[in-house]
């Protein structure tokens, strides 16, 4: 087995999840079988890299379908379950990947998912990218192109881009209508405090939540803290969308104001030490403090470790930070991905549509191969749109169409 897995016995449990996410997946259903009678991807190897968890795994077994050699690794150490690592492993696909790796392992796991020269590679973060064009160059030449799942990653592939360093196109399927207006706004909305509540036992209803971030993720976040009966804050450097907080109904402040009036805080901008030092000292005692940014660098570790005298579990996946006058600040999931490191991540439902996006995209770069140039593309709108009619078919949903009179009416405009 060309596996690196932490136990291949986990395999029926594996096999099980995955089974149970399929029955609710039915656009990777309906591509599963195209694939399998049009093997689009034979003779082609693919690289994946995201969140290694039952849906992740379905999206692998419809590429592999396609005819595609898949080696699949986690994005984050915490994300993976190991379970369904060892179901791919069974299934014969190449994984490497357990939960809890270390910094070490997990980038070793990076580099085996790549040593076996992938054409395509599906990224979720962009640690794929960063090593293809810093560690792993020699690999570089012969990829095709590829695929980005979240807003970090393109925020670091338009980086790359705009230092004229981009060695080969890449897809923003965040950026496509069927990804963000639906995986990023309710997919998070409603994982995110699924993971909070599984993890903490503890009511939403009543407490002062105090969102950092109001894109797409933030306003998902919010939305859901609203019907929970949370009294929502939000912060925000973009004066655009602090307005809109604003005009949706919420409170809009500073975060040092809001340090001190918070019960449970949640990050969600993708930027760095959102939460630091001087937050933390004006902090309430037994404030939650969640990430779901997809760095553990928004809930800034380094600030807590120095400020407190002490720390202890206070329960599975919640490590409680002493400060020096007794209060303590619960930092959940290591400040990492809170709906994946403390929960099973986004609904099956939602994540159908992204990783339809994210198999057809694949499908795309490997048909326009030589013809694409070394930039950031968005979705084509063909494939959103088919996503999107796909989604509604499958809701037993029809919608109207425009009457020749009518489009021609339109061209007018």
């Known amino acids: 087995m060309n596996s690196a897995i932490r136990d291949i016995r986990l395999a029926p449990e594996g096999r099980a999840r995955i089974n149970w996410v399929r029955q609710y997946m039915p656009l990777l259903n309906e591509l599963e079988k195209e694939f399998r009678a049009e093997k689009p991807f034979e003779g082609k190897r693919i690289t994946v890299s995201v969140h ?60 085996q998912a790549l040593d076996f020269g992938p054409h395509i590679i599906i990224d979720d973060g962009g640690d794929l990218v960063h ?25 670091r592939l338009r980086a790359r881009e705009r230092e004229g360093q981009l060695a080969f196109p890449m897809f923003s399927v965040n950026d ?14 409603q994982s995110v405090w699924d993971g909070i509540m599984r993890t903490t036992n503890l009511i939403v209803a009543g407490k002062n939540v105090v969102i950092a971030g109001y894109g797409w993720c933030g306003k998902g976040v919010a939305m859901k803290a609203k019907g ?18 604003v005009m949706d109904g919420f409170r809009v402040m500073t975060m040092d104001e809001a340090a001190s009036i918070g019960d449970i805080f949640i990050t969600v901008t993708g930027c760095i030490k959102v939460i630091r030092k001087e937050h933390f000292k004006k902090m309430k005692d037994g404030v939650l403090l969640a990430n779901a940014g997809h760095f553990d660098v928004e809930v800034w570790k380094p600030g807590l470790e120095k400020l407190c005298v002490d720390k202890k579990p206070m329960r599975k ?27 099973d991540g986004h609904p099956a439902e939602i994540m159908d549509m992204s990783f339809a996006l994210q198999a057809l995209c694949a499908r795309y770069v490997m048909e326009n ?45």
């Not at 492993?89 to 790796?101: C, D, N, R």
């Not at 560690?135 to 970090?152: A, M, Q």
């Not at 949370?230 to 655009?240: L, S």
């Open 228 to 245: 929970l009966g949370a009294n929502v804050i939000i912060t925000e450097v973009d004066p655009v969308k602090a307005l809109e907080a």
């Open 131 to 155: 090593m293809l064009h810093t560690s792993r160059t020699d690999l570089k030449d012969g990829v095709i192109g590829g695929c980005e799942e979240t807003t970090t990653g393109v925020l």
């Open 317 to 343: 996946n919640i490590m409680g930070y002493v400060m020096e006058d007794g209060r303590i600040l619960n930092l959940l999931a290591e400040g990492r991905l809170v709906n994946l490191a403390s929960g």
């Open 176 to 189: 496509a209508y069927c990804k963000y207006l639906f995986d990023n706004r309710y997919g998070t909305g």
């Open 52 to 111: 290694l968890e039952a849906k992740t795994a379905y999206l692998s077994l419809v590429l592999a379908a396609g005819g595609a050699e898949v080696a699949v690794t986690g994005s984050n150490p915490l994300s993976t379950q190991d379970a369904v690592a060892a179901a791919l492993a069974e299934e014969g696909l190449k994984v490497y990947a357990w939960h809890g790796a270390s910094e070490e392992e997990y980038n070793e796991h990076l580099n």
């Open 369 to 413: 191969e030589g013809r694409l140039q070394n930039r950031v593309y968005q979705v084509p709108e063909e494939i959103d749109q088919r996503v999107a009619r796909m989604k509604l078919a499958s809701m037993g949903i029809q919608i109207d169409t425009l009457t020749p009179e009518q489009a021609e009416y339109l061209k007018t405009y």
